[in-house]
C-alpha cells in the first residue's frame, strides 16, 4: 500500500478520538456543566449533525482545490474546534466546539477515501479505503481508552486538549505525505451532483444511515448502561471501549478484504448479524461477561459494513464521485445522531439504559430491507453509464 494511505490514517486517528471519546466522559461532562446525561448525549448528535451539513459544504467548496491542500486545512479547522471544546465556560460552547470539529470529519473521510481509491489498482480500491479507515478503528483501540482515561484522572478538558494536538500531527502528516495531487479535470460541482440521480447511490447512503446508526444507538449510551445494568466500574468503561475498538479494528479488516469480492452477500451477512446482536445485548448487558463479548461483536459487525458501503457508493457514482462519498460520510453521522437521540428518548421516556439497544435492532434490520432491496432493482435494471469519462478519477498503479 502507498505511504500516504498512512498519512490518511493518522488524520483519521485523530478524527476517530474525538468522535467516540465523548462517550466515556459523558457522565463527567454533564455533571460539570449541570445537565442530564441525555441532554449532554446532544454532543455526539450535535457532531453528527455537523458532519452531515460540513460534508457536502466542505466539499463543494474544496472542489476547486487540490486535494491535499483541502485535507490539510480540514485538519486545522478539526484543531481549532477540538480547542474550543477543551477551553469552553458552558455546555454550549463546548457543544458549538464540536459542531466545529465536525464540519472537517465528513469531507475528510470522503476525499481521503477518493484519494485512498484512486492510489491502487481497481481490485484494490475497498482494501485501500480500509487501509485509511484502520486510523478510526485504532483510534478507539488507543486513542478513545486513553481520551477515556485522562479525563476521568485529570479532567475531560485535557482530554480534549490533547485531541487537539493529534489534530497537528495529522496535519503535519498530510503535509509531508501524501503527493500533490492536482484537482482531477473535468471536476465540477453540477457533475458531482449528478450523482445522487441514481438511486442505487441513494439507497447505498440510507443503508449507511439506518446500519451504522444501530451501533451508535447501543454505544453512545454505553458508558452509564454499563455502570447501572452491568454493574461494572466506572474505570472499566475505559476497556469495555478498547474492546469496542479491537472489534471495529477486525471488522474493518474483513470488511475491507471480503468487499472487493463479493460485496452486497457481505453486506447481508453484517447487517443481518448487528440487527440479531443487538437486540440480544438488551438481555447480555445485565452480566458483565457476556456484556464484554457482545461489545466486542457490536464493534465488529458494525464496523464491517463500512468500507463496503463506502465502495458501493463509489461504485455507483462511477466518475463523479467525490461528493458522494463526502455525503456518505456525513451518512454515517446522520446515522449517529439519530440514533443518538432515539436511545436517549426511550432512556427518557423511563424504559432504562438498555432500551436503546432494541432501537440499535430495528435500525440495522431495516438497513439489511434496503440492501436486499437495492440487489433486486440491480438485477432488473440494466447498468448505467458513466456520469464522466473514466479520466475524472485517474487510478495510478
Given amino acids: 500500500m502507498p505511504l500516504a494511505l498512512l498519512a490518511l490514517a493518522i488524520g483519521a486517528f485523530g478524527i476517530g478520538t474525538t468522535e ?83 464540519l472537517a470529519h465528513g469531507a475528510f473521510f470522503g476525499i481521503g477515501a477518493v484519494v485512498a481509491a484512486d492510489l491502487v489498482a481497481p481490485d484494490r480500491k475497498a482494501g485501500a479505503i480500509a487501509t485509511m479507515f484502520t486510523g478510526l478503528t485504532v483510534a478507539n483501540i488507543v486513542g478513545v481508552p486513553l481520551g477515556t482515561f485522562i479525563g476521568q484522572a485529570v479532567g475531560w478538558r485535557a482530554t480534549f486538549a490533547a485531541v487537539a ?10 503535509a509531508r505525505l501524501v ?43 454505553i458508558a452509564p448502561m454499563m455502570t447501572n445494568a452491568a454493574g461494572y466500574s466506572e474505570g472499566a468503561v475505559t476497556w469495555l471501549l478498547v474492546l469496542f475498538g479491537v472489534g471495529m479494528f477486525l471488522g474493518n479488516l474483513l470488511g475491507g478484504r471480503f468487499a472487493d469480492r463479493r460485496l452486497m ?26 456484556a464484554a463479548v457482545t461489545i466486542l461483536l457490536v464493534g465488529a459487525l458494525g464496523f464491517a459494513t463500512v468500507p463496503p458501503l463506502q465502495k458501493r457508493v463509489l461504485d455507483q ?49 431495516s438497513a439489511l430491507v434496503l440492501a436486499l432491496w437495492s440487489a433486486a432493482l ?18 495510478h498503479h
Avoid: C
Fill in 265 to 290: 452477500p457481505m453486506l447481508y451477512v453484517t447487517l443481518g448479524g448487528l440487527s440479531v446482536v443487538l437486540a440480544v445485548f438488551t438481555f447480555t448487558a445485565h452480566s458483565k461477561v457476556p
Fill in 179 to 221: 503527493p500533490q495531487l492536482p484537482r482531477p479535470e473535468g471536476t465540477r460541482l453540477r457533475r458531482e451532483l449528478a450523482a445522487f440521480r441514481n438511486v442505487q447511490v441513494v439507497l447505498a447512503m440510507a443503508m449507511t444511515v439506518l446500519g451504522f446508526g444501530g451501533v451508535f444507538a447501543a454505544i453512545t449510551y
Fill in 317 to 365: 457514482a462511477h466518475g463523479a464521485p467525490t461528493l458522494a462519498s463526502a455525503v456518505n460520510i456525513g451518512a454515517f453521522n446522520l446515522g449517529n445522531a439519530l440514533a443518538a437521540w432515539l436511545g436517549g428518548l426511550v432512556i427518557t421516556a423511563g424504559l432504562g439504559y438498555t432500551a436503546p439497544n432494541w432501537v440499535g435492532a430495528l435500525l440495522a434490520a
Fill in 20 to 102: 467516540f471519546v465523548v462517550m466515556g466522559l459523558l457522565p463527567q461532562i454533564a455533571g460539570d456543566f449541570g445537565v442530564s446525561i441525555p441532554t449532554a448525549g446532544l454532543l455526539v448528535t450535535g457532531y453528527a449533525i455537523g458532519v452531515v451539513l460540513g460534508a457536502p459544504l466542505m466539499t463543494a467548496l474544496g472542489t476547486r482545490m487540490n486535494r491535499r491542500t483541502m485535507l490539510m486545512l480540514l485538519m486545522g479547522l478539526f484543531t481549532v474546534g477540538n480547542l474550543l471544546s477543551a477551553v469552553a465556560p458552558g455546555f454550549g460552547l463546548m457543544l458549538a466546539g464540536r459542531v466545529v470539529a465536525s
Fill in 378 to 395: 440491480e438485477r432488473r435494471t440494466p447498468a448505467r453509464a458513466p456520469l464522466a469519462a473514466p479520466t475524472a478519477v485517474p487510478v
Fill in 165 to 174: 494536538a493529534l489534530g497537528v500531527v495529522g496535519l503535519l502528516g498530510i
